[in-house]
Structure formats: C-alpha cells, structure tokens
C-alpha cells in the first residue's frame, strides 16, 4: 500500500452516493464506511477487521463524550498533532483527517487528503472532492490527521 494507492482509490469513489451505513462504490456509503472501504481495497484493512462496521444513528454525537468516531480510526493509523484547518499545513497524501462537524463535542466527520488542502469524504449527496481551507465545514477548524503509514 502506497499513499498514491490510497489517493487512487479515494478518488474513484467521487460521485457515489451518500448513504448512511452504505459500503459500496457507486451505490451508497457515509463519511465512516468510505474510509473503512478505500482502506480495505488498498488492504490496509482485512476483510475481518470491520472497524468501520456498526451503525451511527443521525445524532449519535449530539449527547456523548464517547470518541467513537476516532476510536474506529486509531486502529488505521498513528494521530499525528491537532491543527487548525489552513492551507499551509503540512499534511501528506492518503492520511485521514477528522473533524468535529455540526458544534459536535466529540470528532464525528472524517475524510482522506488527496493533496493538502485537498481532500475528499463522504457528505450529502456524494462523495466529493474540497479544498478544505475554503469549505465552510472544514475552514478554520480543528482537525486531527491520522498517518496511516506510520502505523499505531
């Protein structure tokens, strides 16, 4: 696996549909089961690994302190330091960055970098690629990067 691999395969989701639990290309998938699924075509993530399975109801962040969105990719990658979302951060290919969206109190939004500040996720209606120090949603926030590369 290669950050080029994992790029490549991030971006062949662009234009699959938002669909919350969804795990397939072309057909429907969420934020989470995205990068759970481009993980796995690149096997970073074996077929019994499901790390990224279960079920997030709508609001499941709304009244928990539970860092279970980050919890799923800690076993992805190594955390690497909080930033704030600008375009001069360094932050390399294929390394997964987390969000909290929506005044969220815990990370519950998460994407690959295509080329910081390039990045793309899944969002209603598609997967999509943005510039995350533009998008309203990204700008200015917090985020946390995981590398992949470096293990955990």
């Known amino acids: 696996m290669t950050r080029e691999d ?3 395969e991030a971006l062949s ?7 919350r639990g969804g795990r397939i290309k072309g057909v429907g998938c969420d934020c989470a089961t995205f990068i759970l699924e481009v993980f796995r075509a690149v096997g970073h993530v074996t077929p019994d690994d ?3 399975g279960g079920f ?27 930033q704030k979302t600008y375009a001069a951060l360094k932050i390399e290919p ?16 998460g ?21 995350a120090s533009r998008d309203p ?10 590398d992949p590369m470096k293990g955990n």
């Not at 294929?94 to 939004?109: F, K, Q």
């Not at 994407?111 to 510039?131: K, L, Q, T």
């Not at 949603?137 to 995981?146: I, L, S, T």
Request: aromatic letters at 12%; a negative charge; charged letters at 25%.
């Open 6 to 8: 994992i790029v490549k």
């Open 13 to 19: 989701w662009r234009g699959t549909p938002y669909l």
């Open 50 to 52: 499901d790390s990224g």
């Open 56 to 82: 997030f109801s709508d609001d499941w962040w709304a009244n928990t302190e539970d860092e279970a969105y980050m919890k799923r990719v800690l076993r992805h990658g190594s955390e690497l330091v909080k």
């Open 94 to 109: 294929g390394c997964i960055v987390l969000l909290r969206a929506a005044r969220s109190h815990v990370y519950n939004h």
């Open 111 to 131: 994407a690959i970098v295509v080329a910081w500040p390039r990045v793309i996720h899944a969002i209603a209606p598609e997967v999509v690629e943005i510039d």
């Open 137 to 146: 949603m990204w700008q200015g926030k917090e985020v946390v990067p995981f």
